[in-house]
C-alpha cells in the first residue's frame, strides 16, 4: 500500500487529508496545540497545516496518525489493509520511547498495558460508562479555587455528600477509567502516571494507568490515588508524569494536591466535626490541644495521614500556618494515640509492599486462567511473581484453577 500523499491536485488532496485529521481530532478529544505536543511538531507548523496554507509530507502524516491513534491510510482515505493497534499497545509503546527518568517504573506500567491489551482479546468487555466532566475549572483562577472546584464537583455528580471515601481506588477505576496497581516504586516517587491524553472534556475515557507506591502506608497511598487522578482530570500529564515524594513546587501539583484534599476531607465533612467535638468557637483557628484533636480526627474519619490532615484543616482555616507545621511536625502515631485513635495509628505506621494489579485486569486476568484462556506465565507477568509454581499454589488455596476440558 503507497502511503505518500498524491501528487495530483495537491490541494484537493491536502484538503481531504486535512479533513479527515480534524475529524480524528474531534474523536480523541485533541485540540491543535495538544496534537501539536503529541506530535513533537511547533504550533505554528500545526496551524499552518490545518488551516491548508502548507502541505503535510508522508513522514509528518505518520507522526500525525501515531499522535491520533489512527492509521495513515485512514488519514489518506484509502482501505486500512493493516490491523489496528489497541489503545493499551500504542500508548505502551510512546511509553518505551519517553524519556525513562524512572526505567523500572516505566517498565512495570507497560507490562501491565500489554496484560491489559492481552486480556482484551479474550474477555468480553463489559459496557462501562464513565463520568463526563463537561467544563474545567477556570485556568486564571488560582490553583487552590481549581482543584477544590473540580473535587467538589466531582463529589457533587456521584452524590457523595460529605462522607469518607471507602474504597478510592475502586471509585476512580469504576467511574473514571484510572486503573490503579500498587507496587514498590524508588523511594523518592509516591506515584507516577502514565496516559494517553484523552481528556474527561472530550466525553471519551482516557486510556491511564496511575502506579502507586505500596511501600507507603494506606493513608498516604490514597492521597496519591486522588493526587493522580486530578492530574488525569485536568489533563496534565503527556504520556508519564511520576509524582515526587519532595513535593516539586509546580503549580500543577499545589492544584492536585488541593483536588485531593477536597476530594477526601470534604469542608463540609470537616465542618461537622469541629461541631460534633465541640473545639473553638465557630470561625476561629484552633491551638493546642484543639488543634491536634481536630487534625487526628480529620485523619482517622477520612483515612488520611496526619501530615495531609494538618494541611488540609490549615488550608480551611481552623488551623495558622505556624500551628499547621507544629502539628506536622509531631509524631504521628503517638499524637493519635494519645487523642483515642489508636487503632488507626496502626494504619500510619504499615508499608506491607505489596504487588496488587488493578481491580478490572486482575478479575479479567483470574477469569482467563480459570478458563484455560491463559498460562502461568501471563498471571506470574502480572503479580510481578519470580516463582510461578508458588503463585500457582496461592491460586489454588483461593480457589482459582483452570480448566482443561
Same mark, same amino acid.
Given at each position: 500500500?503507497?502511503?505518500t500523499?498524491?501528487?495530483?491536485?495537491?490541494?484537493?488532496?491536502?484538503?481531504?487529508?486535512?479533513?479527515?485529521?480534524?475529524?480524528?481530532m474531534?474523536?480523541?478529544?485533541?485540540?491543535?496545540?495538544?496534537?501539536?505536543?503529541?506530535?513533537?511538531?511547533?504550533?505554528?507548523?500545526?496551524?499552518?497545516?490545518?488551516?491548508?496554507?502548507?502541505?503535510?509530507?508522508?513522514?509528518?502524516? =505518520?507522526?500525525?496518525a501515531?499522535?491520533l =491513534?489512527?492509521?495513515?491510510?485512514?488519514?489518506?482515505?484509502?482501505?486500512d489493509?493493516?490491523?489496528?493497534?489497541?489503545?493499551?499497545?500504542?500508548?505502551?509503546?510512546?511509553?518505551?520511547?519517553?524519556?525513562?527518568e524512572?526505567?523500572?517504573?516505566?517498565?512495570?506500567?507497560?507490562e501491565?498495558?500489554?496484560?491489559?491489551?492481552?486480556?482484551?482479546?479474550?474477555v468480553?468487555?463489559?459496557?462501562?460508562?464513565?463520568l463526563?466532566?463537561?467544563?474545567?475549572?477556570?485556568?486564571?483562577?488560582?490553583?487552590?479555587?481549581?482543584?477544590?472546584?473540580?473535587?467538589?464537583?466531582?463529589?457533587?455528580?456521584?452524590?457523595?455528600?460529605d +462522607?469518607?471515601?471507602?474504597?478510592?481506588?475502586?471509585?476512580?477505576?469504576s467511574?473514571?477509567?484510572?486503573?490503579?496497581?500498587?507496587?514498590?516504586?524508588?523511594?523518592?516517587?509516591v506515584?507516577?502516571?502514565?496516559?494517553d491524553?484523552?481528556?474527561?472534556p472530550?466525553?471519551?475515557?482516557?486510556?491511564?494507568l496511575?502506579l502507586?507506591?505500596?511501600?507507603?502506608?494506606?493513608?498516604?497511598?490514597?492521597?496519591?490515588?486522588?493526587?493522580?487522578?486530578?492530574?488525569?482530570?485536568?489533563g496534565d500529564?503527556?504520556?508519564?508524569?511520576?509524582?515526587?515524594?519532595?513535593?516539586?513546587?509546580?503549580?500543577?501539583?499545589?492544584?492536585?494536591?488541593?483536588?485531593?484534599?477536597?476530594?477526601?476531607?470534604?469542608k463540609?465533612?470537616?465542618?461537622?466535626?469541629?461541631?460534633?467535638?465541640?473545639?473553638g468557637p465557630?470561625?476561629?483557628?484552633?491551638?493546642?490541644?484543639?488543634?491536634?484533636l481536630l487534625?487526628?480526627?480529620?485523619?482517622?474519619?477520612?483515612?488520611?495521614?496526619?501530615?495531609?490532615?494538618?494541611?488540609?484543616?490549615?488550608?480551611?482555616?481552623?488551623?495558622?500556618?505556624?500551628?499547621k507545621?507544629?502539628?506536622?511536625?509531631?509524631?504521628?502515631?503517638?499524637?493519635?494515640?494519645?487523642?483515642?485513635?489508636?487503632d488507626?495509628a496502626?494504619?500510619?505506621?504499615?508499608?506491607?509492599?505489596?504487588?496488587?494489579p488493578?481491580?478490572?485486569?486482575?478479575r479479567?486476568?483470574?477469569?482467563?486462567?480459570?478458563?484455560?484462556?491463559?498460562?502461568?506465565?501471563?498471571?506470574?507477568?502480572?503479580?510481578?511473581?519470580?516463582?510461578?509454581?508458588?503463585?500457582r499454589?496461592?491460586? +489454588?488455596?483461593? =480457589?482459582?484453577?483452570?480448566?482443561?476440558?
Open positions: 500500500m503507497n502511503t500523499p498524491r501528487s495530483d491536485s495537491p490541494a484537493a488532496g491536502t484538503d481531504a487529508i486535512v479533513a479527515r485529521i480534524h475529524d480524528a474531534t474523536r480523541a478529544g485533541l485540540s491543535q496545540t495538544a496534537l501539536a505536543g503529541r506530535a513533537g511538531l511547533s504550533k505554528a507548523a500545526m496551524s499552518r497545516m490545518l488551516s491548508g496554507k502548507r502541505g503535510i509530507g508522508a513522514g509528518e502524516l =505518520g507522526v500525525l501515531v499522535a =491513534g489512527v492509521s495513515v491510510a485512514s488519514l489518506l482515505g484509502e482501505p489493509q493493516t490491523p489496528q493497534r489497541s489503545r493499551e499497545l500504542a500508548l505502551a509503546a510512546r511509553l518505551a520511547h519517553a524519556d525513562a524512572y526505567p523500572e517504573a516505566q517498565d512495570r506500567a507497560r501491565l498495558l500489554e496484560v491489559r491489551d492481552q486480556l482484551n482479546g479474550l468480553a468487555a463489559e459496557a462501562t460508562s464513565f463526563k466532566i463537561e467544563k474545567l475549572p477556570s485556568p486564571s483562577r488560582r490553583h487552590i479555587d481549581q482543584g477544590t472546584e473540580l473535587a467538589a464537583q466531582v463529589r457533587s455528580e456521584l452524590g457523595l455528600g +462522607e469518607p471515601i471507602e474504597d478510592i481506588s475502586a471509585l476512580v477505576e467511574t473514571f477509567g484510572l486503573m490503579v496497581a500498587r507496587e514498590p516504586l524508588d523511594t523518592d516517587l506515584g507516577l502516571l502514565v496516559t491524553g484523552v481528556q474527561a472530550s466525553g471519551a475515557a482516557a486510556m491511564a496511575a502507586v507506591n505500596s511501600t507507603d502506608p494506606v493513608p498516604r497511598q490514597r492521597f496519591t490515588i486522588a493526587h493522580e487522578l486530578a492530574h488525569l482530570l485536568f500529564a503527556n504520556v508519564v508524569l511520576p509524582d515526587y515524594r519532595d513535593g516539586k513546587q509546580q503549580k500543577h501539583e499545589w492544584r492536585a494536591n488541593d483536588f485531593a484534599g477536597e476530594l477526601l476531607m470534604p463540609g465533612g470537616v465542618q461537622a466535626l469541629v461541631t460534633e467535638l465541640g473545639v465557630a470561625g476561629s483557628e484552633l491551638h493546642g490541644e484543639d488543634a491536634e487534625t487526628c480526627a480529620v485523619a482517622a474519619t477520612f483515612n488520611v495521614s496526619v501530615k495531609a490532615a494538618a494541611i488540609r484543616c490549615n488550608r480551611l482555616r481552623w488551623l495558622d500556618p505556624d500551628e507545621e507544629r502539628v506536622k511536625g509531631l509524631a504521628a502515631v503517638q499524637l493519635l494515640r494519645r487523642h483515642g485513635f489508636a488507626f496502626k494504619t500510619v505506621t504499615s508499608q506491607a509492599g505489596e504487588i496488587e488493578p481491580a478490572t485486569l486482575a479479567d486476568a483470574l477469569y482467563a486462567y480459570t478458563e484455560g484462556l491463559v498460562g502461568l506465565g501471563t498471571m506470574a507477568r502480572l503479580w510481578h511473581a519470580d516463582d510461578p509454581a508458588a503463585l499454589r496461592d491460586f +489454588e488455596s483461593a =480457589g482459582y484453577v483452570p480448566a482443561f476440558n
